[in-house]
């Protein structure tokens, strides 16, 4: 069965701090992964990261998959109020062109 | 930018009462998507179409059901709702082929069912 797993599931940090949220998979048939944001609404698009290993940044936020170790791990520096959110991975299949989603990490940034 | 639309943001139901969720797109993507998202358990995939009038079932499609009569129109009902289907649901669209790997998602509605 396809699954993505995310971790920590909840984290809460002070302002400033650097935090790194990870998301591991385990599909039949990966295209690419995504990672995105949810605030108090709808999940807006961050990164998609395929097996090149190229990492993705913007701003304070980037980006890289392993695809040996089968994860993807989000970095972000210098922390703001601003980042709390739910951030949620996704792993997009070949197959179908389905989106198999992690639960999320809920970030908690303390000012 | 893309768009995409759901007809209410916030939804109060009766148990067995039949409920229309409305999502347009402006997009001409082919890909239409219907996510249920609840607590700890992230977005759980309930339908999706890939063109007009086809269908496929997601992940949890049973109490649920879907149309699509346009390619910018995607429905979702649910036949008779029942109190464990109180979630927030979110409509999705995307492109087939390249740019197919971003999902655009529309603001959610949050149902409710007494």
């Known amino acids: 069965e396809d699954k993505v797993v995310q971790s920590p599931l909840s984290l809460v940090v002070h302002e400033g701090d650097t935090v790194t949220l990870n998301c591991s998979y385990e599909?039949?048939?990966?295209?690419?992964l995504l990672w995105y944001k949810q605030e108090k609404k709808a999940p807006t698009f961050l990164f998609m990261l395929?097996?090149s290993g190229i990492e993705k940044k913007s701003g304070r936020l980037s980006s890289i998959l392993d695809k040996k170790e089968l994860s993807s791990i989000l970095n972000i520096t210098a922390t703001q109020t601003g980042d709390s959110a739910i951030y949620l991975c996704?792993?997009?299949?070949?197959?179908?062109?389905?989106?198999?989603w992690g639960a999320g990490t809920k970030l908690i940034i303390k000012p | 930018d893309v768009k995409v639309t759901q007809s209410s943001r916030y939804l109060v139901k009766r148990t067995g009462e039949k409920v229309f969720l409305e999502c347009v797109q402006d997009?001409?993507?082919?890909?239409m998507f219907w996510y249920r998202q609840d607590p700890g358990l992230g977005l759980r995939l309930i339908y999706f179409?890939?063109?007009?009038?086809?269908?496929e079932k997601g992940d949890i499609p049973e109490g649920y059901s879907v149309s699509r009569e346009k390619k910018e129109r995607f429905s979702l009902i649910l036949e008779s709702a029942s109190t464990n289907q109180t979630s927030m649901y979110l409509c999705?669209?995307?492109?087939?082929?390249?740019?197919?790997?971003?999902?655009?998602f529309g603001p959610g509605t949050r149902l409710t069912v007494l």
């Open positions: 999705a669209s995307s492109f087939v082929g390249t740019g197919a790997d971003t999902q655009y």
């Open positions: 997009m001409d993507h082919e890909n």
């Open positions: 179409s890939y063109d007009v009038k086809m269908k």
């Open positions: 599909v039949t048939n990966f295209r690419s």
């Open positions: 395929t097996s």
């Open positions: 996704a792993v997009l299949l070949a197959s179908n062109y389905q989106l198999i």
